[in-house]
Every structure is written in structure tokens, then in C-alpha cells.
């Protein structure tokens, strides 16, 4: 398995509350994704990152922020969390930007928002 | 734009029998696809990749897929489904710095 830990693996939290999810990989790559997994929908890209510093939006990144100031590390922050956002994120990697190259998961974070 | 989608939510098969999985594409330019399986609470695992050349693509634990340019199809298949074939099988499709998923398929594998 790649070298990709997220972490909280479960969160429960409230409306209107900021809330951050980390995804550390050892892996040294220089390509990292935030996805959600909604039924019905497979998954979503919120944000990647192309380097350090380095970051573009997603498909679905209203409500999100995220950073970089690290190789290894990529924060995902729900600036004030809202129900709808209510779901399963998962980081992932890549060595490039290819588009034949298979990403890496983790192994999500499930988040709840009451 | 580039998307894919599986037409069944789920899929039920008999121990030893063979499995198919359906996927269809539609892309603008080469297609580069993939089949990714998620087992219960546990990230997605890459499983095969359609590049350039052979339509039949071999990849891991026994899964092969066909790809199929007239029918803009990709189906995973499996000569002989094990019951720890059941899991969650997801076809992809690559766009601008983006994979986009189809909605899944649930493979169950009866004993």
C-alpha cells in the first residue's frame, strides 16, 4: 500500500465550526488530491496540488480551502462547516501529472456535521 | 468533457462463475482509463489501466478488462469470481488534471 495516512479517520462536529483534515504521505510525490464520496456520485474532486505552495481547484471546492507547506503534507479546511458537506474524503497521490498514471488512496476520513 | 458511467448499482454473481462489471466512456481525444475496487471502510485500489495498444488489459488479483473503441465500453471482467471479490469497483477516466469517476458497482459474490 502506498504511504498515505489521513487523519481524524472519523469526525463528528457542528454547523458553523472549522474543521481540518490531513493527509501525510511518505512517498515523496509531488501530486496530492482531496476527494468526497457521496452515493450517487462516485467520487469528486475538491482541490490537488501540483508542489509545494502549489494548489487548484476541483469540481467541487466551494466551502473548501487547503495548503501545502510541505511535500508530505495536505491540510483540507471546511471554513465553516455546513450538513451538506457531510461525507467521506479521501487524499490521494501521484508520482505526475500524466494522465496515465494511476492515483494512491487513503484511506478517508469519515466526517460527519450535525 | 470526460466522464464514464456504470449502469448497474449492483452486481450479483456465483462463486466460480464469471464476472463482468460494465463501463462506458465518453472523452474527447484518447481515452485513459482505469478500474479502482474499495473494500469496506478502506480507501480505493488500483486495479488496471487502459493506455494505448492491446484491448485486453491484465491487471491485478486475476482482473482483466476489454476495451472496446466502437462501443466506447471498458468492462472489468474475471474468468472466476471469489467471494473476496465483493466490494465496491469504480471505472474512471482521466480529464485536465482530474479523474472522473463513475458511480460504482457493488460486486456481490455468492457462496
Known amino acids: 500500500d502506498a504511504g498515505i495516512t489521513q487523519s481524524p479517520r472519523h469526525k463528528v462536529t457542528e454547523t458553523g465550526t472549522p474543521v481540518t483534515l490531513r493527509c501525510h504521505q511518505t512517498?515523496?510525490?509531488?501530486?496530492m488530491y482531496w476527494y468526497r464520496q457521496d452515493p450517487g456520485h462516485g467520487l469528486r474532486l475538491i482541490h490537488y496540488s501540483y508542489g509545494v505552495k502549489d494548489t487548484d481547484k476541483g469540481e467541487v471546492s466551494d466551502g473548501y480551502s487547503v495548503s501545502r507547506s510541505k511535500t508530505e503534507d495536505f491540510l483540507l479546511t471546511l471554513e465553516s462547516a455546513t450538513s451538506s458537506q457531510t461525507s467521506v474524503y479521501f487524499c490521494?497521490?501521484?508520482?505526475?501529472?500524466?494522465?496515465?498514471?494511476?492515483?494512491?488512496f487513503g484511506d478517508g476520513t469519515r466526517l460527519s456535521i450535525l | 468533457a470526460q466522464s464514464v458511467a456504470q449502469p448497474e448499482d449492483q452486481v450479483n454473481v456465483a462463486e466460480g462463475n464469471p464476472l463482468t462489471v460494465k463501463c462506458t466512456y465518453s472523452?474527447?481525444?484518447?481515452?485513459?482509463l482505469f478500474w479502482y475496487v474499495q473494500y469496506p471502510n478502506r480507501g480505493l485500489q488500483f486495479l488496471l489501466k487502459?493506455?494505448?495498444?492491446?484491448?485486453l488489459v491484465k491487471g491485478s488479483y486475476g482482473f482483466e478488462a476489454e476495451f472496446n473503441k466502437s462501443q466506447t465500453s471498458f468492462h472489468l471482467k474475471k474468468p472466476s469470481a471469489l467471494v473476496s471479490d465483493s466490494a465496491l469497483y469504480f471505472c474512471a477516466v482521466t480529464g485536465a488534471n482530474n479523474l472522473f469517476f463513475g458511480t460504482g458497482t457493488r460486486l456481490t459474490v455468492i457462496p
Open positions: 490521494a497521490i501521484s508520482e505526475s501529472d500524466r494522465e496515465n498514471q494511476p492515483q494512491h
Open positions: 487502459y493506455i494505448t495498444g492491446d484491448n
Open positions: 472523452v474527447s481525444g484518447n481515452p485513459y
Open positions: 512517498e515523496n510525490h509531488r501530486y
